[in-house]
Every structure is written in C-alpha cells, then in structure tokens.
C-alpha cells in the first residue's frame, strides 16, 4: 500500500498516543492531544524521562519535516480520534461522519454566497474539531471560526488539530448553553448532542425550558443558536429525526416559527446509522430579517447514499435549483 502523508502522521500519532498511554498517566485521547502538540512545537512538551523521551524524537522525526496538506491532518487526526472514541464511554463522544461535514460544507458555501467580507461561523458544540475543520478547508469565502465545547480532553483535539491546519479558530472551554458573552454570528453550524441538560438554574432562563424535570439540551441549544445569529443569519443544524415527535416538540416548532424560516429538512441516508432510531437529519434555518424570503416550499429531501455519486450530482443540481428560486442564492 502507497505510504500517504496521511498515513504517515496518522502512524506517527497513533504510536504516539499509544506509547504516552502505557508510559505516562494519560488516556489515548489525551495523548493524542500530546502528540499533536510535539508535532506543532516539533519538540516533546511532556517531562519524561530522558530515553522515553528519545523513543518520541524518532517518533516525530519521521513526520517533522513533511508539508501536509489540510485535510491530511484532519483525516488523519479524524481517524485516531475514532480509534481512541471506541474505547471512551461518555456517550457525548462522537463525531459527525466525514462525508456529512463535506455535505454541511457544500451548504456553507451556499447559503454565504459570494461575499467577499470575513463570514463568521460559530459551532455550540465543537467536539474534537473535525466539523469545524472540514467547513474551514471547504470554505469559498473567509471565516473566522468560534467553537464552544464543555469536554476539555475534545477541546485540547480540536486546539491542536486547529493549530496545524493553520486555521483561525477561537476555541472556549464552556457549557454553551450559559450565556455567552459576543457579537451574533453570520452563521451556526452545529452536530446537535441530543438528551436532557442537567442545569434546571441554567435552562430557567430560556424560552424552551421544561414545565417540570430537566429540559431537552438538543432545543435549548438551538435557542440559544438562534438568539446568537444575526438577523438574516443562517443555521444549519444535525438533529435526530424524532426532533419534532417529542412531548416539547410543539413548543420547539413555534419558537423556530415565530424567530425563523424554515428553509429545509434533509433526511441523511439511512445506511449511515446502525438502527432507523439513530437516524439524523440537517435542519436548515434562516433567521427573520429585513429582506429575508420565506420560501414557498421547504426544501424537504431524502439524501441518497453518499457513496452514489450520480444520485447525489443529481439531488445537488435539485437543491442548486430550489436556492436559486426560492431564495435568490
């Protein structure tokens, strides 16, 4: 097999992680997080031992003096992250699948047009920075990036990976669902993590809270989403498709309504998900503005297999065509 650049540091990083989880107090993840950081430094940051030590300089010497490209550090790092998430228990660990973050940066680039001004984007729920990094390397127009994430190993990832992929990207360790604190954004993209917030104290102050027990993290996020988008702005969110069957689903529906269009929901293919329960969806929104054409008709789709290219060309020409009268872009 044709040793690839990607290959290549997915080895050196694989190894790496490994080696300073048997010999070091660290997870997998966490030595991931290391491992990127000696790459980007190009030294070893962690105080080992001196032939501990050496063992990581041989290490990194073979990837040290390689141009790698964006989206082999990203792949790269993608897959070791997987490889280290088979093995982690907290169900919010998951990533958002490769061919949906290049789906979603297709519709970026879409909804943002030609402009020639910076867009800025932000992500309520960033993990280890493998969605936020694919829309920046797809990216037509230029964006400055903020991403929020409450798991500190996922954020060192998605630092680390945002450091060598050279992207502007400000990263903040905190629950996004507490207020936040800076300008409204061009646009919300997020992999939506779907269960209840523990918070009661917190979810009082939005609209979307329960009457009583905890309240549904999944639509607290999206109001706070959507009070964080500026007029006109879009969103485009990855949620479960029993989104609108739940027991708050009618109050979720009349918020969206009453502060947003909803442009379309696009069903992602089923062979993606282990049963129909785990199936997601991309929920796209605009929100209302001066200006803003609320569609005659939401685009409402079921996405073919991604791995059949011709069905996936043709939906595109469709939904190409659907931008093009229905909003003007």
């Not at 989206?71 to 660990?93: C, N, S, W, Y």
């Not at 779907?194 to 917190?202: N, Q, T």
């Amino acid at each position: 097999m044709k040793d690839t650049h990607m290959e290549r540091l997915f080895t050196y990083l694989n190894e790496t992680a490994l080696y300073l989880e048997e010999n070091w107090t660290v997870t997998y993840l966490e030595g991931l997080a290391e491992a990127g950081e000696n790459l980007f430094r190009q030294e070893i940051c962690q105080p080992l031992e001196d032939k501990q030590k050496r063992i990581l300089e041989e290490k990194l010497a073979s990837v040290s003096k390689v141009e790698y490209e964006v989206e082999d550090i990203r792949k790269a790092f993608q897959l070791t992250v997987l490889k280290g998430m088979k093995g982690a228990v907290q169900p919010h660990h998951s990533m958002t699948p490769d061919a949906v973050a290049l789906f979603l940066s297709y519709l970026v680039n879409k909804v943002l047009g030609k402009r020639e001004e910076t867009a800025t984007i932000l992500d309520l729920a960033v993990g280890s920075g493998n969605l936020i990094s694919a829309l920046l390397n797809h990216a037509t127009v230029p964006l400055h990036a903020r991403g929020f994430e409450v798991d500190e190993t996922l954020l060192k990832l998605a630092f680390v990976s945002a450091n060598l992929q050279q992207h502007e990207l400000e990263l903040f360790h905190q629950d996004s669902v507490e207020p936040l604190a800076f300008p409204e954004v061009d646009l919300v993209v997020t992999d939506l993590p779907v269960g209840f917030y523990p918070k009661d104290d917190v979810a009082a102050n939005y609209l979307l809270k329960a009457d009583e027990g905890h309240s549904y993290l999944h639509h607290l996020m999206i109001e706070q989403a959507i009070e964080k988008t500026k007029d006109s702005g879009f969103l485009l969110f990855v949620v479960p498709n029993f989104l609108f069957e739940s027991d708050q689903a009618k109050q979720l529906h009349e918020y969206v309504k009453e502060h947003a269009n909803i442009l379309g929901l696009l069903q992602l293919p089923k062979t993606m998900f282990q049963s129909e329960q785990f199936g997601k969806s991309i929920f796209m929104l605009q929100k209302k503005g001066d200006g803003v054409r609320q569609p005659k008709q939401a685009l409402l789709a079921e996405l073919p297999s991604f791995s059949k290219k011709e069905a996936l060309a043709d939906m595109i020409q469709q939904m190409n065509k659907w931008f093009d009268q229905e909003l003007g872009i």
